[in-house]
C-alpha cells in the first residue's frame, strides 16, 4: 500500500522544528529515519498531514561528551543511527554495551537509516533502545516551546506506545555518564526470528565504581520493569536459584505458570549467566 | 488535502544528478521505478521486513520502500542498474551463478546489495555471520544455501587474493 499524501518540511534548527510540530496542532509528526513511521504510513496506520524531517538540524547528529552534575557524561544526539553505534562511531561511554544493543536491532539496512530518537519516541515497549537506556540509566534530553527538559530513561514510557514526549516536543539526544573500567553488562533478547522485536529482554549493568548493580525485565507490554538494586536477585540466579526471581516478575506484570513468565525468567537466568562469563 | 504537495528533489542516482518533483509520500523505490525508470529494484513488502527494494544510500543498504525519496535530498543513490563496472558485484554475479544462488530473481537486486555489504565491511565473516547478515533478506525460492555458499565462496576469494598480496 501507498502512504497517503502529506506535506514536507525540513528545518535546521531544533526550534524550527517545535514551531512546525506546534502548528500541525497534533497531525505534524517528527521524521527520524522513517525506519517505524514508513512501514506505518504505508500501511496507512499512521496518516499525519506533515512530516518534519529532523536530519538536517545539526544539534541532533553526533555525538560529544559533557560532564554534567560533577559527572563525566556522553550526549548521543537523536539522529545518531542504529548502524553508527554498532560500529562504534561515536564516543561509547558504555564499555561496549550499547554497540552491542544496536547490532541486535532489526537487519542493517533497517539499521543505516533508523535513529536513536526515533526509536526513543516511539516507545514500543518491546523495542532495544527504550529498555537498554532504561538499565544504563540514561537521560533523554527533550525541547518543546516551554524550552528544555530532561527525563530519567526509566521513567519514559508511559505506556506501550506513549512517551514522555507531548506532539510539539522532540528528543534531542540521550545521556549517559561514563561507566568505569571495572563495569560489567549483560543484554540477552528473546525473539524467534532473527531481527525482528524482542519477546522478552533481560539486562544487567555492575559498576562497582558508581555502586551500582541495576537489572531489567524488559519487552513488557508496558513501561520496562527496572530493578534498582539487583545484587540479590544476580546472586541467586548465579547460584542457581531460578525460582528468586519470581518476585520481581510478579511485580513486572507476568502471573506464576504463564508464558510470559516463563520466557523473562529464562531470559533472566540467560542474562545472569553471561555476566558471569563476563566477569 | 485535494491539491497534492509536492516537493523539489536534487541528488544523484547512479551517478548522474537528478532534479525532479516529488509527492512527498512517494517512498525512494516508487521514484526510481516510476519516475526514473529503474525497474531493477523491486518491491515486496512495503514494510521494510523482505530487503526486496534494498538499495545503496551514500553507499550504505537502505530500504527503499520505507525511505521517503524526499528525504535523499542530496544524498547519492545506487541501484543494481549501476554495478555493471563493479568488481565485487561481477565476481558476486559469478558466484551467485555458480552456486545456483537465484531462482526467479525477484529478491536478487536486493540480495546483491546486501550481499556486497557483507563481503566488503564484513571480510572474516564465516558461515553463521552471513546468515546472520542475510536474514534481512527473504528468498521464496533458493532456501538459502547456494546464496550463503556464493557470498562464502567471494569472501574466500577475496581472504585468498589478500594473502598473496600480503
Ligand atoms: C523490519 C524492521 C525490524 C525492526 N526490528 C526492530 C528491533 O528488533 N528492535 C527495535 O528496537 N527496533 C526495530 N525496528 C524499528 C527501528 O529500530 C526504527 O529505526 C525505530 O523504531 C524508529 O526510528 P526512526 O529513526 O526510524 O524513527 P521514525 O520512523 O522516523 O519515527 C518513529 C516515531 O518517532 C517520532 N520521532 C522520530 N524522531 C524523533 C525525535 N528526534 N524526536 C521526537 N520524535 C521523533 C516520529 O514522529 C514517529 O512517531 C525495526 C524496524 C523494521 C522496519
Ligand atoms: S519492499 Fe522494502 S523491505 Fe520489502
Ligand atoms: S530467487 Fe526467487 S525469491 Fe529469491
Redesign the interface.
Known sequence: ????????A?PASGDEAVALLAAGTGMAKA?GG??SL??M???RLAQP?S?V?L?AIAELRGCRRDGTGGMETVLIGACTTH?DIEDGRFDDPSRGFLPRVAAGI?????R??GTVGGSLAHADPAADWVNAMAVAGADILVQGPAGRRTVAAAGWLQGAFTPALAEDEIVLGVRLAQWSAAARWSYYKFNR???EFAEAIAAFVVDPARDLCRGLIGALDGPPHVIADARGLLAALQAGDPAAADAELVAAGLPPGSYEHHIHRAALQRAAAQLKGNA | MNDKPTSPLALTVNGRKVSAVVEPRTHLADFLREQQLLTGTNIGCEQGVCGACTVLVDGVPTRSCITWAVSCQGAEVRTIESFDEDETMAELRAAFTAEHALQCGYCTPGMLATARDIVTRLPQADEARIRLELSGNLCRCTGYVGLVRAIGRVLEARRQRNLAEA
Open positions: 500500500m501507498k502512504a497517503a499524501a502529506f506535506d514536507y525540513r521524521l522513517g525506519q514508513g512501514p504510513m504505508n500501511l498531514d512530516l524531517d536530519r548502524a532489526a537487519y542493517r539496512a533497517v543505516n537509516r526470528k532473527t531481527g
